[in-house]
């Protein structure tokens, strides 16, 4: 792995949020700049929803210069180069399952304040929403709050209105 990037992952995240305010990006990871560009959707809200990506040299120059602070076009290239992602993340909005660019795949499960599950529990959650990651028990976060955000950031692409 080049060091720039080792260096980026230890030194911890710059300012901002990995969760894009732009609606044509996607966010793949926790730290500034990682995200991916839209190339299209079709399906949105449906039970075949899809959303085809791209990481662009964009994408890995603002991750660069943003989070690494590193504005070399060999930084551009590392990035590119070992950022393996799949072009696309797909969702049934009826089932309210979705997969991610990783290849991981979440289901919905509505809000955690009215969850009847986490309150006989006796669990707090520290979200508005239960999103589940396939085969495990636990609801995210199960390790931080950015990995939340950017799950439901792809769920309220894909399908819009369930998750407000």
């Known amino acids: 792995m080049p060091l720039a990037l080792v260096a980026g992952i230890l030194l911890g995240p710059a ?5 894009s305010e732009n609606p044509s990006k996607l966010s793949y990871g926790a730290r500034i700049g990682m ?3 839209i190339v299209s959707k ?3 809200g449906t039970a075949n929803a899809v959303i085809r990506l791209k990481h662009t040299p964009q994408d ?33 909005c009826v089932e309210r399952t979705w997969t ?3 290849g991981s795949s979440y289901s919905f499960h509505g809000s955690a304040r009215q969850s009847p599950e986490m309150i006989k529990k006796g669990l707090l959650s520290e979200t508005d929403y239960l999103i589940r990651r396939d085969g495990d028990e636990a609801f995210l976060p199960n390790l931080s709050l950015a990995s939340y955000a950017e799950r439901l950031e792809i769920f309220q692409s894909l399908c819009p209105g369930i998750a407000k």
Do not use: P, Q, W
């Open 100 to 102: 991610d660019m990783h």
């Open 60 to 92: 890995a120059k603002v991750f660069c210069v943003e989070y690494l602070r590193d504005d070399s076009l060999r930084c551009i290239g590392d990035v590119i180069a070992t950022t393996k992602l799949a072009d696309r993340v797909t969702g049934n």
């Open 15 to 19: 300012v901002g949020s990995a969760v």
């Open 42 to 44: 079709e399906g949105i």
């Open 35 to 37: 995200t991916m560009t």
